[in-house]
């Protein structure tokens, strides 16, 4: 645990006028954050850069820099409501169990007032629901599935990251442009939560916008080594695409064996959801191969920038898409902390709910109060061929579809199925 001091004074962390919820009211002189990622498991890359931009946006808050300087007018530097922030971290292991245990160490054990983390749908799935049991904020990071603002949505957890069901809805028009139609599609998908929906998305979406035809749709267990077998199968399929819907290293891994096996001479591979640690392991396989993106240092703006140049002076290295998500999402509820004038958990929920904000890189975004799923553009990216790729510059960026053309109403698509739950102090 990072070691701070500083006085806590007024009613936003020491009770006044709310009654004792989850954590509130704080105790001591600091509030604790908890920062639950994988640092073991096919996720661990995604995880530690993550970890990296938590204790950034932690030490920003403390001392100013970065976007609390600039971006965020409701951050002073000093602290939250005159808390210095101190954390706590913990390894999900891309396992849902071990995320659950370890987020209900630190709301028991450490007394965190608000949590985050997760490279795997079904571990952001998972504290979503100890948030809501325990009555303490989880602001989700990295989860991609639509059941995190779908069926499993709730009230005391927030999404930043766009869903399976906007990147199908990103990727049919541009890959339908660049191979046409008429084509079929096998797919392999990560058998939890995320591939689950990520498959269903890509079925539909490149059925109703590319008026592909889907072959097979077969699921891989998470954290397979060898997909031979299941690649054999695709390859004889007759199907003209091949998509592998998987993430992290397992992403790396089933793009690069499917290079290996010869089948980039025969079928398209598609890799729905990028981000650079997985690109990096992939290397030259990644070649031509489309996907999205959560952000990327090339999207060219001052917020985009600035965090660029902080990530890179503090750690040598090129921020990745879950860093950004890490970084943005703790400054989000700090800055929510500060408009509530207090830490009390359903004041700072309704801050968050139709929140619109601008200062993250990717333009204008709306945080929606109907399924906590904030409303923004997706990044469409290709592959850059191995001899063009250089630290941090994997793949290039071809197009970023607004999010006025994205998106569904409250009572469409995966929103329709959220209940969100109660706020606490009803």
Same mark, same amino acid.
């Given at each position: ?25 704080? *105790? ?8 639950? /990622? ?45 808390? !210095? %922030? ?7 292991? +891309? ?17 965190? &007032? ?5 490279? =795997?749908?079904?571990?952001? %799935?998972? $504290? ?5 049991? =325990? ?13 995190? +603002?779908?069926? *499993? ?13 906007? +990147? ?5 028009? /541009?890959?339908?442009? *660049? ?20 498959? *269903? ?7 109703? &916008?590319?008026?592909?035809? #889907? ?12 997909? =031979? ?13 091949? &998509? ?53 240092? !090339? ?12 990530? $890179? ?18 400054? #989000? ?44 553009? /997706? ?9 063009? $790729?250089? $630290?941090?510059?994997?793949?290039? &960026?071809?197009? /970023? ?26």
């Amino acid at each position: 645990m990072a070691v701070v001091t500083g006085p806590a004074t007024g009613r936003g962390g020491g009770g006044g006028d709310y009654p004792s919820l989850g954590n509130f009211p704080i *105790e001591g002189d600091a509030a604790v954050f908890g920062f639950n /990622v994988p640092t073991t498991g096919p996720y661990s890359s995604e995880g530690e850069d993550e970890l990296r931009a938590y204790e950034l946006a932690a030490k920003h808050l403390n001392e100013g820099g970065g976007w609390v300087d600039s971006q965020f007018d409701d951050l002073s530097g000093d602290g939250v409501l005159d808390y !210095q %922030i101190d954390y706590v971290e913990g390894d999900t292991a +891309t396992d849902p169990s071990q995320a659950t245990n370890s987020a209900n160490q630190m709301v028991d054990r450490d007394g965190v &007032i608000m949590f985050s983390g997760g490279s =795997s749908s079904a571990t952001a %799935i998972a $504290q979503q629901q100890v948030a809501q049991d =325990s009555k303490v904020l989880y602001m989700c990071c990295l989860t991609h599935s639509n059941e995190t +603002t779908g069926v *499993e949505c709730r009230r005391y957890g927030f999404r930043e990251m766009f869903n399976a069901y906007t +990147t199908g809805q990103a990727l049919a028009p /541009v890959v339908a442009e *660049e191979y046409g139609e008429d084509n079929s599609f096998y797919q392999l998908y990560a058998d939890y939560s995320w591939g689950q929906t990520q498959q *269903e998305s890509m079925n539909q979406f490149l059925t109703e &916008i590319a008026g592909w035809e #889907q072959v097979d749709s077969v699921p891989t267990p998470l954290g397979t080594d060898d997909y =031979s077998s299941f690649l054999s199968e695709a390859a004889n399929s007759g199907a003209d695409v091949l &998509i592998l819907n998987h993430y992290g290293l397992d992403g790396a891994t089933s793009l690069q064996q499917a290079v290996d096996a010869g089948l980039k001479d025969s079928m398209t591979l598609l890799v729905p959801l990028y981000n650079r640690p997985m690109a990096e392991a992939a290397g030259d396989a990644i070649s031509g191969v489309f996907g999205t993106a959560a952000w990327d240092s !090339q999207i060219d703006n001052e917020a985009s920038n600035q965090f660029t140049e902080v990530f $890179q002076e503090e750690y040598d290295r090129i921020p990745s898409g879950p860093a950004q998500l890490a970084y943005a999402q703790t400054l #989000q509820y700090a800055a929510a902390v500060e408009r509530a004038g207090t830490f009390y958990p359903p004041e700072v929920i309704r801050q968050l709910e139709d929140y619109e904000y601008d200062n993250i890189g990717m333009g204008a975004e709306t945080m929606r109060a109907c399924d906590h799923q904030a409303i923004r553009d /997706v990044p469409v990216v290709r592959g850059l061929p191995g001899e063009e $790729q250089e $630290q941090g510059s994997y793949f290039e &960026i071809v197009n /970023v579809t607004s999010r006025d053309d994205l998106w569904y109403g409250c009572d469409e698509g995966p929103a329709a199925e959220c209940e969100l739950g109660p706020y606490g102090d009803e």
